[in-house]
């Protein structure tokens, strides 16, 4: 059985009426990963493009020193934190942490000494001194060819982070194309780096779709090569059309400026954490309390 709070979510997630969003859940036992499938087989699901909510706060940092780089997310439980100052300086000087050493895991990172005093002591001193949680959710180093560039980009004070490789081009091809990769949030490069387990689940939602419109079961099979380079279009990269010129795709975009696409990464903040709803007066209390 499920929970009103299960409505609530499914129809945030999909923009899907109420009594469709109950039925939904009602077909699936509660599920709420089943329904939104459900839901878009229906043709109900408005936002099916949402690959999860943004829930939790933070910021993501990127630096770049030589041939290096990285990128990280750092969590907190209010906006509050997440700009404040020493909340900031932590996550950059991980960031530089992270770039000075060889560490492939979060438990790694932690474990790194800075003189007498381990990462994860820094972490837990944060937390007893700001009276919030924080957590340092992942990151990712990147290291690059001399023929090679990096592009990063930030937007919304690092609520997004765009970090990038090409080769054989500049700088600012780079940061173009990290600008696109932070407003059209594509999943991989190219069609061929796109799971076998996902273009299998889209190809059985495109199916069910064309079946939901009257065609036979046949038919449909034949018309769902042709609808997933739609969905091609929407999650990769190097398909998708350039946001600052619609005539040409983004490796159309770079191979005309000499390079070519070696990585992508993008993270949103929170993307897939649950927020426990809180409303701003609330916070604003929570806050005065813990400073007393």
Request: with cysteine; charged share 30%.
């Amino acid at each position: 059985m499920y929970k009103a709070s299960d409505v609530k979510d499914l129809r945030e997630r999909t923009g899907a009426g109420m009594l469709d969003c109950k039925k939904a859940l009602d077909e699936t036992n509660g599920n709420i990963e089943e329904a939104i499938d459900y839901l878009r087989k229906k043709g109900m699901n408005k936002a099916a493009k949402k690959a999860g909510r943004i829930a939790a706060e933070g910021i993501c940092v990127i630096k770049e020193e030589n041939n290096s780089a990285v990128i990280l997310e750092v969590n907190s439980e209010t906006d509050f934190v997440a700009k404040n100052s020493e909340f900031i300086d932590f996550s950059s000087y991980l960031a530089d942490m992270l770039l000075k050493n060889d560490v492939k895991t979060i438990d790694e990172a932690l474990a790194l000494k800075d003189g007498d005093v381990t990462i994860g002591e820094k972490l837990v001193a944060l937390i007893a001194k700001i009276g919030e949680n924080i957590s340092f959710r992942r990151f990712e180093k990147v290291t690059k060819e001399d023929n090679e560039v990096f592009g990063s980009y930030l937007h919304m004070g690092g609520k997004i982070g765009a970090l990038v490789v090409l080769s054989n081009t500049t700088n600012e091809v780079a940061k173009d194309v990290c600008m696109h990769i932070a407003a059209m949030a594509p999943i991989c490069i190219t069609k061929e780096d796109v799971p076998e387990d996902v273009l299998e689940h889209e190809k059985n939602i495109i199916k069910e779709q064309v079946m939901n419109e009257g065609k036979p079961e046949e038919i449909a099979e034949k018309m769902v090569n042709g609808r997933i380079n739609k969905f091609y279009k929407e999650i990769c990269l190097a398909e998708q059309e350039f946001i600052k010129d619609s005539s040409v795709n983004v490796a159309t975009y770079v191979e005309n400026n000499g390079g070519s696409i070696k990585k992508m990464i993008r993270y949103a903040v929170g993307e897939g954490i649950e927020k426990k709803e809180e409303d701003f007066a609330s916070e604003v209390m929570n806050q005065i309390n813990a400073a007393k």
